[in-house]
């Protein structure tokens, strides 16, 4: 009788363990790694053709920069994915069944990924985008609509209640800030010269720039009702009523006139040295130090700029979209070194050339094409 009552509560702790382990994060998690990936070598041909595509998610409803050395990576509900960025297959994946993403950034050689599983967002995770092994994991509260986005060692996440700043690579939290009561943040963005939040109250907008690393307000500016918050890198870059902007990153003074009339969508990307603004059709390179435009060019679509993070040499090329074809130009001089013909790009998005593959990145897919 002993025996059989050993045996029957044997049987009973294997049943409750398989069912705890069923309904665990660990049994509904599916993690794959890989061997590292170098850029593919080589140029792009004289004309390329759709290579490969696939969905992803959108951060905030805008493109973001998914291509970092030799993969892609890509986003669905429950995860993420990386690409092998020639062929399009997958190399690794993190995905809980049991979580939704919330949102995901590339910065820094890692992926940074929060999930949520009730009415909050509440684990992050940084997976590096080489191999995909997993560097960290910690526990956040954001609220569901939080949206990622980084720059070089900071993480922000951006909700109407406030942001947040992570630190990529330790993993812990820096600092978070509000809005003055009975404001709302309508927008975040962080970039070389701090987090900039666009702050709305009753009545007035006003942009609020603050030190990534420690939160100190650095300036604010009022500026009209309907302005939106292009990005940030050196300088503040906003779009509105009085066309598209660089506010300076010490003081929120203006840069010069406007760089552009339109008040439709406006992509901001940093090259070395000089940022990349598209809007109303046309690209133009400027100093975000003093607004100095170093020339301009139409286009379809901003250029996402190197993929390998290096020091950027003389004759250093960014590959601008012009509907029909990708024109390589000198980022000094906007000099036109090379022509691809392509099928026509939709119009938007990010644009990376990693070798010989041209990759188009819209809010909700990638494509390839060699």
Do not use: K
Not at 212 to 238: C, F, K
Not at 253 to 263: R, Y
Request: charged fraction near 20%; aromatic fraction near 4%.
């Amino acid at each position: 009788m002993r025996a059989w009552a050993w045996t029957a509560a044997v049987l009973v702790l294997v049943v409750v363990a398989a069912l705890l382990w069923r309904g665990s994060d660990a049994a509904a998690t599916d993690s794959t790694t890989a061997a590292p990936a170098d850029v593919p070598s080589g140029t792009p041909a004289g004309a390329v053709s759709a290579a490969w595509t696939t969905p992803t998610t959108a951060s905030g409803g805008a493109a973001r920069a998914t291509v970092d050395g030799g993969r892609v990576v890509v986003g669905d509900d429950h995860g993420v994915r990386a690409l092998d960025v020639a062929t399009g297959t997958e190399a690794w994946r993190y995905t809980r069944a049991n979580a939704r993403l919330c949102d995901w950034t590339l910065v820094g050689g890692r992926v940074v990924a929060v999930s949520g599983t009730e009415d909050r967002c509440d684990e992050a995770v940084a997976l590096s985008v080489d191999t995909g092994v997993r560097l960290w994991t910690r526990n956040l509260d954001l609220r569901p609509d939080a949206v990622l986005t980084s720059t070089d060692g900071i993480v922000l996440a951006t909700s109407p209640t406030g942001v947040l700043t992570l630190d990529p690579v330790g993993d812990s939290i820096r600092w978070r800030a509000s809005p003055e009561e009975g404001c709302t943040f309508a927008d975040g963005d962080v970039g070389g010269a701090g987090v900039a939040v666009l702050e709305e109250c009753a009545g007035s907008t006003r942009v609020r720039l603050l030190d990534g690393y420690d939160g100190t307000p650095l300036w604010t500016r009022d500026v009209a009702e309907a302005t939106t918050l292009a990005g940030v890198e050196q300088a503040v870059v906003v779009s509105g009523d009085d066309g598209v902007q660089l506010l300076a990153g010490a003081d929120g003074a203006p840069l010069g006139p406007p760089l552009s009339d339109a008040t439709d969508e406006a992509l901001v990307t940093a090259v070395g040295t000089s940022a990349l603004v598209w809007a109303d059709g046309t690209l133009t390179v400027v100093d975000p130090g003093t607004g100095a435009v170093s020339w301009r060019t139409p286009a379809t679509g901003l250029p996402a700029g190197p993929v390998d993070r290096a020091l950027l040499a003389a004759g250093t090329s960014v590959p601008v979209p012009e509907g029909d074809a990708v024109v390589l130009r000198d980022l000094a001089t906007g000099e036109e070194l090379q022509r691809v013909d392509t099928r026509a790009l939709r119009t938007g998005g990010l644009l990376t050339v990693a070798g010989p593959v041209v990759v188009h990145q819209l809010p909700d897919r990638v494509l390839a094409y060699r």
